[in-house]
T-cell receptor
């Protein structure tokens, strides 16, 4: 089974609008971390936001927020007030803490295009 | 401060040749990761170093792939007898190596390897 599922291969949003990128995950580990990365056409993976499984509040970083629904095992990224520079691939990743492994698993990504 | 750097940015080689890809992590980061990213996919884990030792090499696809980090800083990924299927972007990431899920990885710009 896929550990990270990103069901939207591509998304379009108008500049200044908000957009939600979906991510669901599968784990039996009670302790885990969820990450979102942005990958523009230049190729570099840019860290955006982190959510720990025990964090009581949804993570926020500027225009990025994470809609964390633990019971549903979903960690959707919300980008408010989209900008043209937000056009990129977005990857969700999970890192489980059990067994001492610190290797995150990445989803297949969602391509976001922001148009004027 | 300086981020993760990778050299070369692009490498074109012929089938059967040997290549070396270099990664220079963020200063002070003890953990270093190598990933491979094929077109339309998320990063695929190859190997993880904690200090000088390979803590997890379970992602290396076969014995043609090898990586070293002799002084606990710079790492080199070595691929022998390259095959066309090795063509991909090779990403390097580093982190502080703190235990638990919150340890965030910071990625370099990647090396695009093309095997003709």
């Amino acid at each position: 089974a896929q550990k990270i599922t990103q069901t939207q291969p591509g998304m379009f949003v108008q500049e200044k609008e908000a957009v939600t990128l979906d991510c669901t995950y599968d784990t039996s580990d009670p302790s885990y971390g969820l990450f979102w990365y942005k990958q523009p056409s230049s190729g570099e993976m840019i860290f955006l936001i982190y959510q720990g499984s025990y964090d009581q509040q949804n993570a926020t970083e500027g225009r990025y927020s994470l809609n964390f629904q633990k019971a549903r095992k979903s960690a959707n990224l919300v980008i408010s007030a989209s900008q043209l520079g937000d056009s990129a691939m977005y990857f969700c990743a999970m890192r489980e803490s059990s067994g001492g492994s610190y290797i995150p698993t990445f989803g297949r990504g969602t391509s976001l295009i922001v148009h004027p | 401060g300086a981020g993760v750097s990778q050299t070369p940015s692009n490498k074109v080689t012929e089938k059967g040749k040997y290549v070396e890809l270099r990664c220079d992590p963020i200063s002070g980061h003890t953990a270093l990761y190598w990933y491979r990213q094929s077109l339309g996919q998320g990063p695929e884990f190859l190997i993880y170093f904690q200090g000088t030792g390979a803590a997890d090499d379970s992602g290396l696809p076969n014995d043609r792939f090898f990586a070293v980090r002799p002084e606990g800083s710079v790492s080199t990924l070595k691929i022998q007898r390259t095959e066309r299927g090795d063509s991909a972007v090779y990403l390097c990431a580093s982190s502080t190596g703190a235990s638990g899920g919150r340890d965030t990885q910071y990625f370099g710009p990647g090396t695009r390897l093309t095997v003709l």
